[in-house]
């Protein structure tokens, strides 16, 4: 196997040996414009220790990189940290090349692996707060179930104060940077936040524990390994500080007008809207599905207080990117927000309605009654759009006084 691709020395007794997949431009349906990482953490101590693997596709990235510093079939231990494909899709026959002498996962995670690839090598389940001495050093875990898989874990070299903390406090992130202080702020800033909104939006309450769990632990962190994106070793706090923020799903003064049109009527009444919501003071970001994807709605809800949605009717329902970009955030559950429905129709109208439906299931708190136009609105429809707005703004502002 040819050293081509360098590891990267993490810390003391850590190198990074993943991979770099810059094409990718959608995972799940959240579109990563920047690519992503896969990464993989070698743990030079007296029990040589692999954790975690990468996506199918780059195994070979993986050995070149670890080939550099060992061979890699002097590799005694195997961690999996989490089982989804992205860490896992080359875990078998890496298994099967290097022959570890064990493989640890989490309880859940000894028995997902199995499920998803028939692995014959004992996997040895570990339990939450268990410890494993590599000779000179020392690991323990800590179970994370749900965060974002049942199988989740976290994995702590005492040592290095050091923790590989799987999917979160990462980004779907291609750079030749590897550490959090060698990427742009406002970049990392908004991969952080995308990721957060798109991947770990839902299990928010689970998040709020964890940190308590983490807090309540005592561990002296001074690296977090995530297994996307680059490593935290300067600004820790600030990456703990906004999964808080992003978790609490506390109300904001902005507004997210999300809307769907098909002769511009829609489109219409969701400026009206916006002018209502400007007028009385909030933020406002205008969305509309022809030019905006799915993701950036949700990274863009991700720090608001309202969502207004709107769709013209086609066929007796809402238009087809509406319909998508609602089922898309109902699965992320956020939480605390107010809201309304409208949009225009011709003959039946059902689309307001039915979106109205689906911000009742999220368990947004809802205004008023549908807006609904026939045809093109007139200046008395776009009044009420417009009183709409300005409402949804002075309920905010209700709500953020102390």
Not at 16 to 36: E, L, N, P, Q
Not at 111 to 124: A, C, G, N
Not at 297 to 325: F, H, K, Q, R, W
Not at 336 to 341: I, R, S, V
Request: aromatic content about 10%; charged content about 25%; proline content about 4%.
């Amino acid at each position: 196997m040819s050293g081509v691709y360098k590891p990267i020395k993490i810390s003391d007794h850590v190198y990074w040996v993943g991979a770099i997949d810059w094409y990718i431009r959608d995972f799940h349906g959240y579109t990563t414009k920047r690519g992503s990482t896969y990464n993989a953490y070698l743990i030079l101590g007296d029990k040589i220790t692999l954790v975690d693997a990468v996506k199918a596709p780059f195994k070979n990235e993986l050995l070149s990189r670890i080939t550099n510093l060992v061979d890699p079939r002097e590799i005694d231990y195997v961690i999996s940290n989490h089982s989804e494909m992205d860490h896992s899709g080359c875990l078998a026959e890496l298994i099967r090349e290097i022959q570890p002498e064990k493989v640890f996962a989490s309880q859940m995670g000894a028995k997902t692996l199995r499920e998803h690839f028939s692995i014959e090598e004992e996997l040895i389940p570990l339990k939450d707060g268990e410890r494993l001495s590599l000779g000179n050093l020392n690991l323990s875990f800590m179970e994370t179930r749900m965060l974002h898989w049942p199988d989740s874990m976290f994995t702590y070299l005492h040592e290095d104060k050091f923790l590989f903390s799987q999917d979160a406090f990462g980004m779907h992130l291609a750079s030749g940077e590897r550490f959090d202080d060698e990427v742009p702020s406002a970049i990392l800033d908004y991969e952080a936040a995308t990721y957060y909104a798109n991947i770990l939006l839902p299990y928010s309450p689970l998040i709020l524990k964890l940190l308590d769990k983490v807090a309540a632990s005592g561990l002296d962190i001074r690296i977090i390994a995530p297994d996307h994106g680059p490593v935290w070793r300067k600004d820790l706090g600030k990456i703990l500080d906004s999964y808080k923020r992003w978790a609490e799903q506390n109300p904001t003064n902005k507004a997210v007008v999300v809307f769907h049109t098909m002769w511009h009527s829609t489109e219409l009444m969701a400026r009206a809207i916006e002018e209502g919501l400007l007028a009385e003071g909030a933020c406002v970001k205008v969305m509309s599905m022809d030019s905006f994807h799915r993701s950036d709605v949700a990274y863009e809800v991700l720090d608001a207080g309202a969502l207004i949605a709107g769709s013209s009717t086609l066929n007796n329902n809402m238009l087809p990117a509406m319909a998508d970009v609602l089922t898309y955030l109902k699965g992320l559950k956020p939480r605390n927000l107010l809201g309304a429905a409208f949009g225009s129709y011709g003959w039946s109208g059902e689309a307001p309605g039915q979106i109205q439906e689906i911000l009742a299931g999220m368990q947004v708190q809802t205004v008023e009654e549908p807006i609904k136009s026939k045809y093109v609105p007139d200046g008395e429809l776009l009044q009420r759009c417009s009183v709409l707005g300005a409402t949804i703004a002075q309920k905010l502002q209700e709500e953020l006084r102390p």
